[in-house]
Every structure is written in structure tokens, then in C-alpha cells.
């Protein structure tokens, strides 16, 4: 297993460099099934870079990007990393770590003061 970095998947999301986006593209397209992985630790900074830096890319945008990623047979990710996704798009005030760690704890195995957090936990 092979695990990518945020910078190379926002280069492919941004295309800001065009050949490493390229590179990276045709490294993963030329991997076998589930060779690489995307850890969620590099999802979440890869959601914050994405909305707060220069790119200020909407959360739509951002799970719609990521999804079609995860889509590919090369790329492997968990269930959990999924739900994740799908709550990140769902919650517009959630980040992607309060996602992750409302699918990993449920209702009651989360501690915060995040009141966004707290009122999907209610």
C-alpha cells in the first residue's frame, strides 16, 4: 500500500501545477486496485487547505472533488472515511474532523464545546 499526501492530491483537485497534477494522475491510474490509500488525518488538512487558504473552494466543490478521488479503483479508503465525507457534506458548519470524529464516536463518545458539533449530537 502506497499513501498520498495532501500536496499531491491538491495539485490533482487544483491543477495549480499542471504536470504534477499530471504526474500523479498517471502514477495512480497506472497502480493496481486499492494501491493507494488516503488517510483521513490528510482528508482533514486537505478540507482545510482547500475552503481557508487561497483557494477558498466551497465544501461542495471540495466533497464533490474529493468523492470523484475516492471513486477511483486505485484508491482505497475506509467506511468510516466515507461517512465522514458524506457528513462534511451535509453539514456545512461541521469540519472535516468533527465529521470523523461524530462517525467514529456517535452521540455519546464525543467530548467538545464545538456547539455545532453539539447540536448533531443531540
Same mark, same amino acid.
Given at each position: 500500500?502506497? &499513501?498520498?499526501?495532501?500536496?499531491?492530491?491538491? !495539485?490533482?483537485?487544483?491543477?495549480?501545477?499542471?504536470?504534477?497534477?499530471?504526474?500523479?494522475?498517471?502514477?495512480? !491510474?497506472?497502480?493496481? !486496485?486499492?494501491?493507494?490509500?488516503?488517510?483521513?488525518?490528510?482528508?482533514?488538512?486537505? +478540507?482545510?487547505?482547500?475552503?481557508?487558504?487561497?483557494?477558498?473552494?466551497?465544501?461542495?466543490?471540495?466533497?464533490?472533488?474529493?468523492?470523484?478521488?475516492?471513486?477511483?479503483? !486505485?484508491?482505497?479508503?475506509?467506511?468510516?472515511?466515507?461517512?465522514?465525507?458524506?457528513?462534511?457534506?451535509?453539514?456545512?458548519?461541521?469540519? &472535516?474532523?468533527? +465529521?470523523?470524529?461524530?462517525?467514529?464516536?456517535?452521540?455519546?463518545?464525543?467530548?467538545?464545546?464545538?456547539?455545532?458539533?453539539?447540536?448533531?449530537?443531540?
Amino acid at each position: 500500500m502506497k &499513501y498520498i499526501d495532501t500536496n499531491v492530491l491538491v !495539485q490533482v483537485i487544483t491543477g495549480d501545477d499542471k504536470a504534477l497534477a499530471e504526474k500523479a494522475i498517471a502514477q495512480v !491510474q497506472s497502480g493496481a !486496485q486499492n494501491e493507494f490509500s488516503i488517510l483521513d488525518v490528510v482528508l482533514a488538512e486537505l +478540507c482545510f487547505v482547500l475552503e481557508f487558504h487561497d483557494y477558498k473552494m466551497t465544501r461542495l466543490d471540495i466533497a464533490t472533488a474529493i468523492e470523484t478521488l475516492l471513486a477511483i479503483p !486505485q484508491i482505497f479508503v475506509t467506511d468510516t472515511t466515507l461517512r465522514a465525507l458524506r457528513l462534511y457534506k451535509e453539514h456545512p458548519k461541521l469540519d &472535516y474532523t468533527d +465529521c470523523l470524529l461524530f462517525v467514529v464516536g456517535g452521540k455519546n463518545g464525543i467530548v467538545t464545546f464545538d456547539n455545532d458539533l453539539r447540536k448533531i449530537l443531540m
